[in-house]
C-alpha cells in the first residue's frame, strides 16, 4: 500500500463537551491531523451533507439524538466513511452494539491520544486500500479496452489497406476509361449529336466519384511510405501556425479564437514533420468542423524529459459516449456523405502509434472534446509503416 500522510485523512471529531472535545483535537493537530469539529450529532450530520468524510471519532453519550442513532444515519449515507466510537466507562455495551452497527472499532474515555491516532490510521488505512483496489481496478479496464481497440483497429486497418489497394486498380482503369470517353465525346463528329450534353454530364459525375474514391483510398494508403520517412527537427508550435494557416478560411468564417496556452521556449521534438502535420491537419479540421459560430480551440502542452504532450481542446458539439469506442475507427463518420470520409481519425492514430507515441480522447457531448496526444520527443530512424 501507497504510504500516507495523517493530513490526508478527512477527519471529524463529535463530541459535546466542548473542553474535552477542543483539547483531542488541538492534539490531534499537534501530531499532523486535520480535524474537523462538531458539538453534536445534527451538527455532524449537516457536515456530512455538505462533504465526505474519512474518519468520524463520534461521542455515544450525547443529549439529543443518540450517538448509535447518527452512527446508523452516517452508514447509511455512506458505507465508506468509518467511525471511531468514544462510550464512557459505565458503557462498554454501547461500544459492542456499535460495532454491529457497523463502527470501525471503540474506544473507552478517558481516551489516551496515541491510542486514538493508532486506531484513526487504521480505520483510513480501510479507505485508502479500497481507493486504491478501485483506481487499479480503473486503471487495468482502461488498459485492456485500450488493448481490444487497438487489436481491431489493426485487423479492421489491414482490412482497409487491402481493400484499398484492390479498389485502386480498377479505379484506375475506369479513369482511363472516361478519359477516352471524354476524348470521343468532344471529338468533332459528336459535336452535333444531341445526346452529347448528357453524355457529357455522366463523364463528370464519373471522374467527381473516382477523385472521392481516390481521395479514399489514398488517404488509407498515402502516407509517407518508409524510404521517404524524414527525421528532422519539428517545432509543434510554427506547425501548428502552419496547420492553422491551411484552414484558415473556415476558422474565419466561424469567427473561431485560437486560445494558445503552449509551454514556452520548448516544443520541439525529432520525428517526421509530415506526418506530423497530417496528424494536426486532422484533429484541428475535426475541431473546426465540430464548432460552431464563436468557438473556442484550446492548444496547449506539457513536457516530460521524454516527450511531449500536446492537447487539442474544443468547445463544440461533442461525442457521445456510445461513439466514443468507434472514432478511430477506418470509415466512421458522423458526416455527410460529402463532408466525411471517416478516416482522418483512424489515419491520425495509426500515425501517433507508428510514432510510437499515444492517443487519447475526453468529450462531454455539449460541452466539447480534447484529444491528447503523447509524442516522443526522440523518434527512432527505423519506424516501420
Ligand atoms: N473534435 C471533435 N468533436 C466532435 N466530434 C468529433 C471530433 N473529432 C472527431 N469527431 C467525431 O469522430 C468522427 C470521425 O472523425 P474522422 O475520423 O476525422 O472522420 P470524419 O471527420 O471524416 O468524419 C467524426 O465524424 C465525428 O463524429
Ligand atoms: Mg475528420
Redesign the pocket.
Known amino acids: 500500500m501507497m504510504p500516507f500522510d495523517d493530513k490526508e485523512i478527512r477527519l471529524l471529531l463529535v463530541d459535546d463537551e466542548d473542553g474535552f472535545r477542543s483539547a483531542i483535537a488541538k492534539r490531534l493537530k499537534k501530531r499532523g491531523f486535520n480535524p474537523e469539529e462538531a458539538s453534536d450529532g445534527e451538527a455532524c450530520l449537516q457536515i456530512l451533507s455538505q462533504k465526505r468524510m474519512d474518519v468520524i471519532v463520534l461521542d455515544v453519550n450525547m443529549p439529543g439524538v443518540s450517538g448509535l442513532d447518527i452512527l446508523a444515519r452516517i452508514k447509511q449515507s455512506d458505507e465508506n466513511t468509518q467511525v471511531i466510537l468514544l462510550t464512557g466507562n459505565a458503557a462498554i455495551s454501547d461500544g459492542v452494539e456499535g460495532i454491529k452497527t457497523g463502527a470501525f472499532d471503540y474506544l473507552t474515555k478517558p481516551v489516551e491520544i496515541d491510542h486514538l491516532t493508532n486506531k484513526i490510521r487504521q480505520a483510513f488505512e480501510i479507505i485508502h486500500l479500497e481507493m486504491e483496489n478501485r483506481e487499479e481496478l480503473e486503471y487495468r479496464e482502461k488498459l485492456e479496452k485500450k488493448m481490444i481497440d487497438a487489436e481491431r483497429l489493426v485487423s479492421l486497418g489491414t482490412m482497409a489497406t487491402g481493400i484499398a489497394h484492390e479498389i485502386n486498380n480498377p479505379l484506375a482503369i475506369i479513369n482511363e476509361a472516361a478519359g477516352f470517353m471524354k476524348e470521343v465525346v468532344n471529338s468533332p463528329e459528336m459535336a452535333a449529336n444531341p445526346k452529347k450534353a448528357s453524355l457529357e454530364l455522366g463523364i463528370d459525375k464519373i471522374e467527381k466519384s473516382i477523385k472521392r474514391a481516390r481521395k479514399i483510398t489514398h488517404q488509407l494508403l498515402g502516407y509517407v511510405k518508409k524510404e521517404d520517412f524524414k527525421l528532422s527537427r519539428v517545432d509543434l508550435k510554427a506547425l501548428l501556425h502552419e496547420t492553422l494557416g491551411l484552414l484558415k478560411k473556415e476558422i474565419k468564417d466561424k469567427e473561431i479564437e485560437i486560445l494558445w496556452e503552449m509551454e514556452k521556449g520548448k516544443n520541439i521534438l525529432w520525428s517526421d514533420p509530415y506526418q506530423i502535420r497530417q496528424v494536426l491537419l ?2 484541428l ?3 473546426v ?2 464548432l460552431g459560430k464563436n468557438g473556442l480551440i484550446t492548444l496547449s502542452s506539457k513536457e516530460t524529459p521524454l516527450d511531449i504532450v500536446l492537447v487539442i481542446q ?1 468547445n ?4 457521445p459516449k456510445e ?1 466514443l469506442g468507434r ?2 475507427d477506418p470509415f ?4 455527410s456523405f460529402d ?8 489515419v491520425v492514430h495509426k500515425i501517433i502509434t507508428n510514432l510510437e507515441g499515444d492517443i487519447d480522447v475526453e ?1 462531454v457531448p455539449g460541452e ?2 480534447s ?1 491528447i496526444i503523447r509524442l516522443q520527443k526522440q523518434v527512432e530512424n527505423n519506424i516501420s509503416q
Not at 463544440?316 to 461525442?319: E, L, Q, V, Y
Open positions: 486532422n484533429l479540421s475535426n475541431a468542423h465540430a474544443d463544440g458539439a461533442g461525442i461513439n472514432i478511430f466512421f463518420t458522423t458526416k463532408s466525411g470520409t471517416g478516416l482522418g481519425l483512424y468529450s466539447g472534446t484529444f
